[in-house]
T-cell receptor, first 115, second 111 residues
């Protein structure tokens, strides 16, 4: 248990569906991240939020839409995805830029399959 | 951020020390060395980080060379549960929103 919870753990969706991934942390962290991990590829940083403000968008297609309503919650809204978007989506949080103990804590991920 | 180079895979016998090397020859003075590991299909787990002094915690030891161009993660008594992909990452401590993962080293611990 890392203190970062992702739901759902598994998701199958059609290319015309709209779904959302949820991430929640109760560690008092100020920074939250979305990563994508495709099969046999390194983790790819997608989005970063610091104090609810998006500070990084790593050229992610607009069919992925992040939302950070507060420092404890992060969402990834999905619409009109493609089969190649099937991957493990990981959420992480860290203290942010506030101090030296800035290791990131990861959730268990959502395994997404687009059919 | 500086790039890192790690071997693709390593084997280690259970109970023996696992020594995982990492090269980061372009590291700058304000960059830390971080180690994470990812057990199959789980989220990465933080292990340890350091700047220039050797570090030890309950999971591992981190040895950083004097010129800081390379480091070694040591798991003193590897167990089967240590089988994972180990990532060496270099980042400024105040800029860890730039945690960029490479391909890492796949460590296989065998009985």
């Amino acid at each position: 248990e890392t203190g970062v919870t992702q739901t759902p753990r598994h998701l199958v969706m059609g290319m015309t569906n709209k779904k959302s991934l949820k991430c929640e942390q109760h560690l008092g962290h100020n920074a939250m991240y979305w990563y994508k991990q495709s099969a046999k590829k390194p983790l790819e940083l997608m989005f970063v939020y610091n104090f609810k403000e998006q500070t990084e968008n790593n050229s992610v297609p607009s069919r992925f839409s992040p939302e950070c309503p507060n420092s404890s919650h992060l969402f990834l809204h999905l619409h009109t995805l493609q089969p190649e978007d099937s991957a493990l989506y990981l959420c992480a949080s860290s203290q942010g830029i506030a101090g030296p103990n800035t290791e990131a804590f990861f959730g268990q991920g959502t395994r997404l399959t687009v059919v | 951020d500086a790039k890192t180079t790690q071997p693709t895979s390593m084997d280690c016998a259970e109970g023996r020390a696992a020594n995982l090397p990492c090269n980061h020859s372009t590291i700058s003075g304000n960059e830390y060395v971080y180690w994470y590991r990812q057990i199959h299909s789980q989220g990465p787990q933080y292990i340890i980080h350091g700047l220039k002094n050797n570090e030890t915690n309950e999971m591992a030891s981190l040895i950083i060379t004097e010129d800081r161009k390379s480091s070694t993660l040591i798991l003193p008594h590897a167990t089967l549960r240590d089988t994972a992909v180990y990532y060496c990452i270099v980042s400024r401590w105040d800029n860890t929103d730039k945690l960029i993962f490479g391909t890492g080293t796949r460590l296989q611990v065998f009985p």
